[in-house]
């Protein structure tokens, strides 16, 4: 599987809400400033200095609180002396080189967005901080607004987590080494008793796998006994450390232990010595 699909079947990851994911250090949204591909991001931004933009999006007030950026170049000039300029000369410029951030915005909150006017700076406690970030790194806009239950939900996506993220690459889970299965019918499983020897053929011929989950099915899987923790970069880069030959084996039926055993062999043949039933 992909690193996306694997993603998804994280524990973490596979059941989490659009706050979660919003919240998450690694959400990062592909937007296009223009024709240029970036990523819309959180960031801890609290400008001093701002442009408050009082917009709409389909109905729902809201504002824009704009940090100075050169990719603004007229607002960018002026911005010291922003202050001294009549609304209407300010709502011309920010009409004229806002464009792409208002796009940014009407796509990513799935609502259109009308400019009302020029706002007040204050009133920001509860607003959200962002950056329009480009591929070489250049941030293009920085700027607060205030995100609601539908914003969050339409951006709370798990396609928008950046899956090289190192608080995504540096996440662990359990896995257990795993080397052979097979069928036993009831009675056999039931019959089980120390003592017993299981024939192994696939060890040593068929390379073992990491599992992270026991199947329930009706097989019986000869696995590691102890689970390792193993992170996502391992997993989604395939870098899975080397599985040793065991010494001590578990066997699993249902998702469940039922015996542990050792390695050994019988008449030249790998084999599972049964040494604990439970």
Request: charged residues 25%; contains cysteine.
């Amino acid at each position: 599987m992909n690193a996306f699909e694997l993603l998804q079947k994280w524990p973490s990851w596979e059941k989490a809400s659009a706050e979660a994911i919003f919240d998450s250090p690694a959400w990062a949204m592909p937007v296009r400033w223009g024709d240029m591909p970036c990523v819309m991001r959180r960031a801890d931004v609290r400008f001093r200095d701002v442009l408050g933009i009082a917009v709409r999006f389909d109905d729902d007030e809201n504002t824009i609180w704009l940090g100075n950026r050169e990719a603004f170049p007229d607002l960018h000039v002026l911005w010291d002396v922003k202050s001294n300029l009549p609304d209407a000369l300010k709502l011309a410029l920010i009409e004229k080189e806002c464009g792409p951030l208002f796009q940014i915005l009407e796509n990513a909150v799935r609502q259109q967005l009308n400019v009302v006017g020029v706002s007040s700076t204050e009133d920001r406690e509860s607003s959200t901080g962002f950056e329009i970030v480009a591929q070489d790194g250049r941030i293009m806009a920085s700027f607060n607004f205030k995100v609601n239950t539908d914003i969050i939900r339409s951006f709370g996506m798990l396609k928008f987590i950046d899956l090289n993220h190192e608080a995504i690459l540096s996440m662990k889970r359990d896995a257990r080494a795993y080397f052979a299965s097979f069928h036993l019918t009831e009675e056999e499983l039931a019959g089980l008793a120390p003592g017993d020897y299981l024939m192994l053929p696939e060890i040593g011929k068929v390379p073992p796998k990491w599992q992270v989950e026991m199947p329930k099915d009706d097989r019986v899987y000869v696995c590691a006994p102890d689970t390792q923790e193993l992170t996502f970069a391992q997993f989604a880069g395939e870098h899975l450390p080397a599985i040793p030959t065991p010494t001590a084996l578990a066997l699993f039926h249902g998702g469940k232990l039922v015996a542990n055993g050792r390695l050994t062999t019988l008449a030249n043949t790998p084999a599972c010595a049964i040494e604990e039933v439970l």
